[in-house]
C-alpha cells in the first residue's frame, strides 16, 4: 500500500478503464471536503466507489493517480455531493484550510486541485458565447462547445506575493502589513492578483507601491504554491527597499510595519508560502 506522505501525484483526465481497487475520493459539498473521522483522525476516503458512503456524486472527475514506483498506483477522483445532503455517522464535511495537518501535503494538494475542478465544471456546463451545453474532451482537461467550437479550460489566477527587506541603521527588518480581514494581531507580506498584460515582478512592483507607498528593487523569484481558495497560483518574490516611507492603502490595509526578527507579531500558518518568505527572512539574519 502506498504511503501518501512519500509519493508522487501523476495528473491524467483519462479514468481507468475499470474501478478495481481502492481509489481516493475527494468529494466536496460547497467549498468543504467529505472526510472520515476515526477517534482523533481524519481521513480522505480510500473505496472503490462513494456509494460505499451512501454518496451519489453531482458530477465526478477523474484527478490522476498517486504511485512511488513500487507498488500500484492509487487513483484519485473528485466528486461534487449535493450540499443539501446529510452524511452518514463518520464523515463530516471540513473546510480545506483546516485539512492541511491531517491529509499532509501531497493529498492536501490534490485536495485543492480537486476542488478547483469540480468548480471550474460546475461552472462550465454551458457555452460562455452561445449558451449550448458544453462537452467534456476527453484528451486533456477541457470543456468544448459543440455549437461554435469555444473550448474553456480550468481558469487559475496569479498573485505575486512578496517579501520586502530594509537594511538600514535599525538593522535588516520586513515588511508586514495586516489585512481587515486578518485574525487579531495578524501580519503578513503583501500579495496581489496580476493584471492581463502585466509581468510577475511588475505586479510585485505595483502591489506594494498601491498599498503600502513604497518603492521596492532587485524583484527575485523564490517559489510559488497553488492556493485553492478559490484558484490562485501563489508567486513568492524577495524585494529590497528602495524608497518612500509607508503610506497605507486604508481600504484594503488596518496597518503595516517594517519588522525586526526580535519583534515579530502574529505570523500566518507554516504551510503558506508567507511564511516561508518570512522564515527565509529570519534565516538569513
Ligand atoms: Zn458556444
Not at 458512503?53 to 504511485?67: F, I, K, M
Not at 468544448?144 to 467550437?149: L, Q
Amino acid at each position: 500500500m502506498i504511503d501518501p506522505t512519500i509519493c508522487t501525484f501523476v495528473p491524467q483526465t483519462l479514468p481507468p478503464a475499470d474501478r478495481a481497487g481502492a481509489a481516493y475520493w475527494f468529494a466536496f459539498q460547497d467549498q468543504k471536503m467529505i472526510v472520515r473521522t476515526a477517534r482523533d483522525s481524519v481521513e480522505a476516503p480510500l473505496l472503490t466507489d462513494l456509494a460505499a458512503l451512501g454518496l451519489v456524486p453531482l458530477r465526478w472527475q477523474y484527478l490522476g493517480y498517486l504511485e512511488n514506483g513500487q507498488t500500484q498506483p492509487i487513483h484519485c477522483y473528485s466528486a461534487e455531493i449535493d450540499p443539501t445532503v446529510a452524511l452518514a455517522d463518520g464523515l463530516v464535511a471540513e473546510g480545506l484550510r483546516d485539512l492541511y495537518a491531517p491529509l499532509g501535503d501531497v493529498l492536501f494538494n490534490v485536495a485543492g486541485r480537486a476542488v478547483q475542478i469540480i468548480t471550474w465544471d460546475r461552472t462550465h456546463q454551458y457555452c460562455g458565447q452561445c449558451a449550448a451545453p458544453t462537452e467534456a474532451l476527453s484528451q486533456e482537461r477541457a470543456r468544448r462547445c459543440p455549437a461554435c467550437g469555444l473550448t474553456s479550460y480550468p481558469r487559475i489566477s496569479p498573485a505575486a506575493i512578496v517579501a520586502v527587506v530594509r537594511r538600514d541603521e535599525h538593522g535588516a527588518r520586513i515588511l508586514l502589513a495586516r489585512n481587515h480581514r486578518f485574525p487579531p494581531g495578524r501580519y503578513s507580506v503583501l500579495a496581489g492578483f496580476v493584471e492581463p498584460g502585466e509581468s510577475l515582478e511588475a505586479c510585485a512592483q505595483r502591489e506594494v507601491f498601491e498599498e503600502v507607498g513604497i518603492r521596492i528593487k532587485n524583484v527575485r523569484y523564490f517559489g510559488s504554491q497553488p492556493w485553492p481558495f478559490p484558484n490562485s497560483l501563489m508567486l513568492g518574490f524577495t524585494a529590497e527597499y528602495e524608497s518612500g516611507e509607508i503610506r497605507l492603502e486604508e481600504s484594503e490595509l488596518a496597518d503595516a510595519q517594517w519588522f525586526s526578527v526580535d519583534n515579530f507579531p502574529s505570523l500566518p500558518p507554516k504551510m503558506t508560502i508567507a511564511r516561508k518568505l518570512i522564515d527565509w527572512f529570519v534565516g538569513r539574519q
